[in-house]
């Protein structure tokens, strides 16, 4: 019964390689997102969507490009993968994009770029 | 603009003691206000949230905050920590940013429970 999942947990990969991380949730939010925690455990927006629509794009190098094929699903590639990629990746859901409204995480996706 | 600061990255207190963890934040309007744990290769877990209908907010696992908007202060609180109570705090403010929601997190508090 888990409410956002992610895959893979780990991710090991070498430097200019392509690698896809998945999510899917099944609390029937509108709304996903996906954090960038550094090494020091400082978490930052890079993407959200609502109803497979995408509504934000911080400042992330466009080798990072989401998809949302249905609203259950925002899958991350990235391409050219680089050193400074290494970090733990965590989607989110909430039921709308509202003030009030709490993010359901995932338990992350920790990538590293050798 | 928002920003949240928390005042300590790393608070440490024995088992069955009160715990305190602080949270300041700034925002130009009345924001929405979070706090969320995350436990060792664990995602965020909401512990409890203000909206604004009571300032003293009460939480899961015996959590409770206090929103002082003259303090600008959100602080954590529980009467007896306990040993499961050991993991990253993060406190997190909510405000509408040019037509949309913004979440700013803190930077986190670890907190150590000794036996």
């Known amino acids: 019964d888990t409410a956002v999942s992610q895959t893979p947990k780990y991710l090991v990969t070498q430097m200019g390689n392509d690698k896809s991380i998945k999510c899917e949730q099944n609390l029937g939010h509108d709304t996903m997102y996906w954090y960038k925690q550094d090494s020091k455990k400082f978490l930052k927006i890079m993407f959200s969507?609502?109803?497979?629509?995408?509504?934000i794009n911080e400042t992330v190098p466009n080798r990072f490009s989401p998809k949302s094929p249905d609203k259950a699903h925002l899958n991350l590639h990235i391409n050219s993968l680089e050193l400074g990629d290494s970090a733990v990746y965590f989607c989110?859901?909430?039921?709308?994009?509202?003030?009030?409204?709490?993010?359901?995480f995932g338990n992350g996706t920790r990538l590293t770029v050798t | 603009a928002q920003s949240v600061t928390q005042l300590d990255s790393h608070v440490s207190v024995s088992e069955g003691t009160p715990v305190l963890l602080r949270c300041n934040y700034s925002s130009s309007y009345s924001p929405s206000l979070f706090w969320y744990v995350q436990h060792p290769n664990k995602g965020l877990q909401l512990l409890l949230k203000y909206t604004s209908a009571a300032t003293l907010v009460k939480g899961i696992n015996g959590f409770e905050a206090e929103f002082k908007k003259s303090e600008t202060s959100f602080h954590l609180t529980k009467p007896s920590a306990h040993m499961s109570d050991a993991a990253e705090y993060f406190c997190v403010v909510s405000e509408v940013d040019t037509g949309r929601r913004a979440l700013t997190f803190g930077s986190g508090t670890r907190l150590q429970v000794q036996p």
């Open positions: 989110a859901s909430s039921p709308i994009d509202g003030l009030n409204s709490p993010l359901h």
């Open positions: 969507y609502n109803n497979k629509e995408l509504i």
